[in-house]
């Protein structure tokens, strides 16, 4: 398993910004892509952005593109996660995952333990 750690969550105002981060330790031979998920109380985990190891090509949520990008370091340890124009439906818990490429949480094999994201005035 990759080990994750995320870092970059907080409070924030609406139409605010922030910068999530996601370090890696490596990968394994089933790590397709690294993703972001969100999950809001008493909702479903769902898919955000996720960007594929090799090539990094991108996907996104129909919710949140043209406000969000995921992006790499060159060195492949760290994601992030740009987030403008941020609304109260964008609070959740926000994960980061690796696996293979998906957008149904349950195929990812590696999680992080979460960041808390609050978009209220």
């Known amino acids: 398993q990759v080990q994750l750690i995320e870092s970059g969550g907080g409070l924030v105002q609406p139409g605010g910004s922030l910068r999530l981060s996601c370090v890696s330790s490596g990968r394994t031979s089933s790590t397709d892509a690294m993703a972001w998920f969100r999950q809001a109380p008493e909702k479903e985990r769902e898919f955000v952005a996720a960007?594929?190891?090799?090539?990094?090509?991108?996907y996104y949520a129909d919710s949140v593109k043209g406000r969000f990008t995921i992006s790499r370091d060159n060195a492949k340890t760290t994601i992030y996660l740009q987030m403008n124009s941020l609304k109260p439906e964008d609070t959740a818990v926000y994960y980061c995952a690796a696996g293979p490429l998906s957008g149904v949480y349950l195929d990812y094999t590696s999680w992080g333990q979460g960041t808390q994201v609050t978009v209220s005035s």
């Open positions: 960007i594929t190891w090799s090539t990094s090509k991108t």
